[in-house]
């Protein structure tokens, strides 16, 4: 079993900030890449950010520049500051992460949390 505890989503006027958060529990053995997705009505879910175990980072072109993930591995945590916000980023966010529980890795998702962007 594995739990996701999202927060920091909310209401935010265009060019302002959010940071979300997400924290991992439950029964597994390590996190591999952790990271956030972002879905709208209508839409596939698409890639914001993610981390590799390695510390590498990858963002989509839509957010590169303007939002800055980091992890804590200590405290399973995964972090998403979000600056410059514009309307486009109104979506549900998702916290993702590959976990492996037993002999292999496999993806998790929160339940994600809304944000929006407007005035």
């Known amino acids: 079993q594995v739990q996701f505890v999202e927060s920091g989503g909310g209401l935010v006027q265009p060019g302002g900030s959010l940071r979300l958060s997400c924290a991992v529990s439950?029964?597994?053995?390590?996190?591999?890449?952790i990271g956030w997705y972002r879905q709208v009505p209508g839409k596939q879910r698409e890639l914001v950010a993610d981390?590799?175990?390695?510390?590498?980072?990858n963002y989509a072109d839509s957010t590169k520049g303007r939002f800055t993930i980091s992890r804590d591995n200590a405290k399973n945590m995964v972090y998403l500051q979000m600056d410059s916000l514009k309307p486009e980023d109104t979506a549900v966010y998702y916290c993702?992460?590959?976990?492996?529980?037993?002999?292999?890795?496999?993806?998790?998702w929160g339940q994600g949390t809304q944000v929006t962007v407007s005035s």
């Open positions: 981390s590799g175990s390695d510390g590498s980072t």
């Open positions: 439950g029964r597994f053995f390590e996190i591999n890449g």
């Open positions: 993702t992460a590959v976990i492996r529980r037993f002999a292999r890795f496999d993806r998790y």
